[in-house]
């Protein structure tokens, strides 16, 4: 894809952080936006920043990992714009733990958030996009943490590796049926100077308890202070937005903020080739 004037771009998760910073790299490739997300501050402040820069927006402030948010955000689209011509699915979440500790209810609402809200907008959207017939993209944030594994953060590691196993097949699928003008990319970034370890403040409604005594454990303690210090000690995200349109540019599936990032997966391959355990 070269050309973005005048196209729409729909973007979850873009109240802060990666989803933000591509929403308004879409401005200064002269598209029209949609962004989404489950915090009305962030959100407020991302459509602010956008109008300021004369961009055309609207927005949605909902928890995209229902299925009825999503297809909300999709009617929303074609009333406000009548096309899409790429979905950013950006939304995610983590909480940190080993799987024989972390409450059931992070298990469901990562998820949700990290995996199944992606899946849904594929879902709802791919099919105007193959209608459309023009020149299309859909991305999906995953992580570097979907391509290597750690001893923490099990369900972020998960979802993240299904998310990447998301676009891959959905790639295949595609070309598999002849469909070609529906770029797909899996963004892996490693630790950028975002929000999400902050992810606790905000849960939706349904897994706001925090009366789980795991919330009090030194596990789940140690989890946010490791968390919080590798995201703050991560890159700027002022390059990142330029890294995808780069990559939409050239039509790189794996989009990596990190370069390096890609010692750690294949590092992870060669282990599983050589029958060696998990390292």
């Known amino acids: 894809m070269k050309d973005f004037k005048d196209k729409v771009i729909v ?49 949605q402030c909902a928890d995209i990992s229902q299925l009825k948010n999503v297809q909300a955000l999709y009617d929303l689209t074609m009333r406000t714009y009548g096309q899409v011509d790429i979905l950013v699915n950006n939304a995610g979440v983590a909480v940190s733990g080993p799987i024989w500790e972390i409450p059931v209810q992070d298990i469901n609402w990562i998820t949700e958030v990290n995996l199944l809200s992606h899946a849904y907008g594929m879902r709802i959207f791919i099919p105007k996009m193959i209608e459309q017939g023009t020149e299309a993209a859909v991305i999906n944030v995953a992580s570097t943490a979907g391509i290597m594994v750690s001893p923490n953060a099990v369900m972020y590691h998960s979802t993240k590796a299904a998310d990447v196993a ?20 899996a963004l892996c970034p490693a630790f950028i ?40 000690g991560g890159i700027p995200i002022d390059s990142v937005g330029m890294t995808v349109f780069t990559a939409l540019e050239d039509n790189k599936f794996y989009i990596f903020t990190h370069p390096e990032s890609i010692y750690p997966a294949s590092q992870r391959l060669m282990n599983m080739v050589n029958g060696k355990n998990p390292a």
């Open 11 to 59: 973007v979850t998760g873009a109240g802060s952080g990666i989803g933000e910073a591509i929403a308004k790299e879409a401005v200064l490739h002269g598209m029209k936006v949609v962004i989404n997300d489950i915090d009305a501050n962030g959100l407020e402040k991302t459509l602010e920043d956008i109008r300021a820069m004369g961009g055309e927006v609207v927005s």
């Open 166 to 185: 998301l676009a891959e097949s959905t790639y295949l699928g595609l070309k598999a049926r002849g469909i070609n003008n529906i770029q797909i990319h």
């Open 193 to 232: 100077q975002t929000k999400i370890y902050e992810s606790d403040k905000y849960r939706p409604e349904r897994y706001a308890s925090m009366d789980d005594p795991y919330y009090q454990s030194q596990e789940f303690k140690a989890g946010f202070i490791r968390s919080k210090r590798s995201v703050l």
